[in-house]
């Protein structure tokens, strides 16, 4: 399965999940996460615009979400 940020421009969309642990520095797993992100790919003005949507599920019972938008600026070149 790709990490989010390997996703291909050229997919439509995509949606990943993933069932990660947080690590301290010992190595000892202290919380684990669920997380499903949403990818897409859009034209907005001409320009390649991508978003990851990531939707988080927390061991502790907390939920959190973080969106991430992405701009190609050039071949081989995004930012976000």
């Keep these: 399965m ?7 421009r050229r997919r439509v ?3 990943l999940a993933q069932h990660p ?3 301290n520095r010992s190595g ?3 919380r ?3 997380v499903i992100i949403d990818a897409s790919w859009e034209k907005r003005d001409g320009v390649d615009v991508g978003t990851l949507d990531e939707h988080f599920s ?3 019972g907390r939920t ?3 969106v991430w938008t992405i701009t190609r600026v050039d071949a ?4 976000g």
């Design 32 to 34: 684990h996460f669920h």
């Design 28 to 30: 000892e797993v202290i």
């Design 76 to 79: 081989g070149l995004s930012s």
């Design 2 to 8: 790709p990490s989010p940020l390997q996703v291909h």
């Design 58 to 60: 927390w061991s502790d």
């Design 13 to 15: 969309g995509l949606a």
């Design 64 to 66: 959190s979400r973080r």
């Design 21 to 23: 642990g947080v690590q």
